[in-house]
């Protein structure tokens, strides 16, 4: 089967919106229901955060949710059926997002193999090495149709970049500014300039800026600069009301993605 | 150099650095500077110069006479609790923040348990009048309220770490978040042979100036620059790396890593690593570390803050893993016996933590010829509430 995230990027070039939740939260069985509402409301993509007692690239919001969804009980396994549950209600690109250390435990090969079954499109490991992946995990990958997201941030070297862009296959995660999850993108001059020396790469695979996206400007700024935008740790506010979740998610989304929809 | 790291910084299957792209950089230009500077004569002389009229080294080589007794064996103890700040840490701090300082880094941040890190960087930083944040769990922060206004007078800011389990696996990931914050002008001083490559190698070498003493000391007083054991406690493992470096390759020379059993291997609160370990990434870097089967890492006990640790260093999973040393497991009251034993015997006060390296005398096999170098890694003054609060529960007569 097509992997999902290569069709969307053949057909759909700009304003891209991935948006993140931690699986687990607010409560162990949302992991459906916000899936469909996204869908519905209009996120291009979905990232899965596969909760872990220690998230050293997040900050305190989406940590805070880590512990939340452990709390309740998620482990990948219970993730892994929950998606097999509901993939045939929903045709988004699926892609989840966890530490090594609970993808060792699970068994990499046997981990690939299982989320490639219940649908899952790409995975981002951000401690991953470059080095091992490509040396042991890469087969893994490639046999079970499964993208792999690798992140660059302003200071990884050009050369380091390229390298990452040979070895994606679907987009590139670009991480806005020196910083864990959960600040905000201002768009200052450094910034700019940091977008603007990435844009002119001409990188082959699509980038997605992520870190610090919380709203509708800085969204679309974002969209000026690469394909797309990753909201995290605001999305994840947007969910911490267990009450109205769907409305809460659609009138969010919604809101974000205002002038794509004026636009259509 | 049969235990020496290797060119991507792996000891045998142990070690490397899993950390996200945004640590990449600093962790890079760590990688490729630190030994070129660590080598270089200048950083030598001043480092030598500092270790030996700022920290007060070589510190003593004791032969034990009560306790060689009792043991009925040759028992040396290598006196880092008469180092600066008290305990062996301050080698890797002065290590540190001369390098830090040549890399042209103006901000440093640690993590600490206890607080004798932390405390060891406050006094390099105040050393050198660079900045010093110093995360430390809250929990910590209550338990160890002196070290904390020692940090404070020494001119750092300690920064209360609230998430997770707030000690100090939490602090050093709150560390590392400030790392990534501030990539450029901060250095981060890991305070064992912990985290990722090129840290636990670096550390290693910055604390080897323990064994090169004591071949030097022991040749001088028995003759032969090799002990028949070194005995040393493991938590991350910096001060047993240190004193086992210049023995590794030496393989009659028998090295002994004791850990913290807290209650009891098997009670659900320990800290014994090698036994209750499996292979997983804690901190950046590939070695045991103690995790649920989902591989979420657990909470240790320990009554020693500074083997609380549920990981150990990847060069002593090598060594555990490859037989090259033997581990023995120690609880908290093996340890406070051995604490009281020491004090009342030797009149050394020892670290809460060097007390479980004193008790593992009790289940070596000992003969008369033996010679033995245990690392007394610090002292026992930072430990006084703990000791007393401990002593006055189990209602030992320690008034008399």
Same mark, same amino acid.
């Given at each position: ?264 | ?232 406690? =493991?938590?991350?493992? #910096?001060?047993? !790396? %240190?004193?086992? $470096? ?8 028998? &090295? +002994? ?40 890492? =657990?909470?240790?006990? #320990?009554?020693? !803050? %500074?083997?609380? $640790? ?8 090598? &060594? +555990? ?80």
């Amino acid at each position: 089967m097509e992997n999902r995230l290569t069709r969307l990027f053949q057909e759909k070039k700009e304003n891209l919106l991935n948006v993140y939740f931690t699986a687990g939260f607010p409560e162990l069985e949302s992991t459906g229901t916000i899936l469909k509402t996204l869908e519905k409301s209009g996120a291009d993509m979905i990232e899965i955060g596969m909760p872990y007692s220690d998230p050293m690239a997040d900050g305190p919001t989406i940590q805070a949710s880590n512990t939340v969804a452990l709390k309740n009980g998620m482990s990948i396994r219970k993730l892994l059926l929950q998606l097999e549950e509901v993939r045939n209600e929903v045709e988004v690109p699926i892609i989840l997002m966890g530490y090594l250390n609970p993808v060792m435990q699970y068994g990499i090969e046997r981990f690939c193999a299982e989320a490639s079954r219940v649908g899952v499109d790409g995975l981002i490991l951000p401690d991953l090495p470059l080095h091992d992946y490509e040396e042991l995990y890469r087969p893994f990958f490639e046999r079970h149709n499964l993208s792999v997201i690798f992140l660059i941030t302003p200071q990884t070297p050009e050369e380091r970049i390229r390298k990452i862009d040979n070895l994606t296959n679907s987009f590139i995660y670009m991480v806005s500014s020196a910083s864990t999850t959960g600040n905000k993108v201002g768009g200052d001059e450094k910034q700019i300039q940091y977008f603007e020396r990435i844009q002119s790469l001409k990188l082959q695979n699509p980038k997605l800026i992520g870190f610090g996206i919380s709203d509708r400007g800085s969204f679309e700024l974002a969209c000026k600069y690469a394909e797309g935008a990753i909201i995290g740790s605001a999305f994840i506010k947007v969910i911490q009301e267990k009450e109205n979740l769907e409305q809460n998610i659609e009138k969010y989304i919604r809101e974000v993605k205002a002038s794509e929809t004026v636009a259509q | 150099m049969k235990y020496a790291v290797d060119e991507r910084g792996y000891y045998g299957n142990f070690g490397g650095a899993y950390i996200p792209e945004m640590l990449y950089p600093a962790v890079e230009e760590l990688r490729q500077q630190y030994l070129n500077i660590i080598y270089d004569p200048s950083f030598q002389e001043e480092f030598n110069n500092l270790l030996r009229d700022y920290v007060g080294r070589p510190t003593p080589l004791y032969l034990a006479k009560r306790l060689s007794e009792k043991f009925g064996a040759k028992i040396y103890l290598k006196r880092e609790d008469l180092a600066h700040t008290g305990a062996h840490k301050i080698n890797n701090t002065i290590g540190q923040i001369l390098l830090a300082k040549r890399m042209g880094k103006t901000r440093i941040i640690a993590e600490t348990g206890a607080g004798q890190h932390g405390v060891a960087t406050a006094t390099v930083c105040a050393l050198v009048g660079l900045e010093c944040v110093v995360y430390m769990g809250k929990i910590d922060t209550e338990r160890q309220k002196p070290n904390v206004s020692r940090m404070q007078l020494l001119g750092a800011t300690v920064v209360p770490v609230t998430s997770g389990s707030q000690t100090l696996k939490d602090a050093t990931n709150e560390a590392i978040r400030d790392w990534i914050s501030n990539p450029v002008d901060t250095h981060y001083i890991i305070g064992s042979v912990v985290g990722p490559h090129p840290y636990p190698d670096m550390v290693a070498r910055f604390q080897a100036i323990i064994s090169e003493e004591i071949k030097a000391q022991l040749l001088e007083k028995e003759g032969t620059d090799k002990p028949d054991y070194v005995v040393a406690c =493991v938590g991350g493992g #910096s001060n047993a !790396a %240190g004193a086992y $470096y210049h023995f590794l390759d030496e393989e009659e020379v028998n &090295l +002994i890593a004791v850990e913290a059993a807290g209650h009891g291997i098997d009670t659900g609160f320990s800290a014994a690593t090698s036994v209750l370990g499996t292979l997983g990434i804690i901190h950046g870097s590939k070695t045991l570390l103690m995790q649920t089967e989902d591989g979420q890492i =657990v909470e240790p006990h #320990s009554i020693s !803050a %500074g083997l609380d $640790y549920p990981g150990i260093g990847p060069l002593h999973a090598h &060594l +555990i893993e490859s037989g090259r040393a033997k581990v023995y497991s120690v609880t908290d009251d093996e340890a406070m016996e051995a604490l009281v034993m020491c004090s009342r015997m030797e009149g050394i006060i020892p670290a809460i933590e060097s007390s479980h390296a004193l008790y593992a005398l009790n289940k070596m096999e000992l003969k008369p010829t033996d010679v033995v170098v245990l690392n007394l890694s610090g002292r026992g003054d930072k430990d006084l509430a703990t000791i007393i609060n401990y002593l006055d529960n189990i209602d030992v007569p320690h008034g008399k």
